[in-house]
């Protein structure tokens, strides 16, 4: 079993990332990957950037327990990144790739892993906006951050 879990500041190679986990697998013939981005509008509103902060240590921690805690036997290979610093639109902010004995096992790993991981990890999300500044605080709320 392997798990591999990062707070990054760069991007992740893909192709390389999804090279080695093949190479890795012997049983396995699924591999499910999700990449989310940062997006170029929202409310009708251009993003400029998107900054990401995180006490790495503690995020990182968090994020090793979550991955823990999902797996199974029929998971065998786990890996997590997400980066962290400012974000321009369409640049990608975190990759979830999982291999499993069965396709429907991946998928649905996957997707809890995900959605495990923007509830708990302590990831602090400022949206810079055509219109302003946005702490996005849970799966979407917006709160407009004051001016000093």
Request: glycine share 4%.
């Amino acid at each position: 079993m392997v798990i591999d879990v990062r707070i990054t500041h760069e991007e992740i190679n893909i192709n390389e990332v999804v090279k080695e986990m093949i190479k890795n697998s012997s049983s396995e013939g699924s591999l499910v990957m999700f990449l989310g981005y940062v997006k170029e509008f929202v409310d009708g509103h251009r993003v400029n950037k998107l900054i990401y902060e995180a006490y790495e240590p503690y995020s990182t921690q968090i994020l090793k327990r979550i991955v823990s805690e999902v797996m199974d036997d029929d998971i065998t290979d786990v890996r997590v990144y997400h980066r962290v610093g400012a974000l321009n639109p369409h640049e990608p902010v975190i990759y979830i790739f999982v291999i499993a004995k069965s396709r429907s096992k991946a998928f649905e790993k996957c997707k809890e892993l995900l959605e495990r991981i923007k509830r708990e990890v302590p990831i602090f999300k400022l949206e810079v906006r055509d219109d302003g500044e946005y702490w996005i605080v849970g799966d979407g709320l917006r709160i407009k951050r004051d001016s000093l």
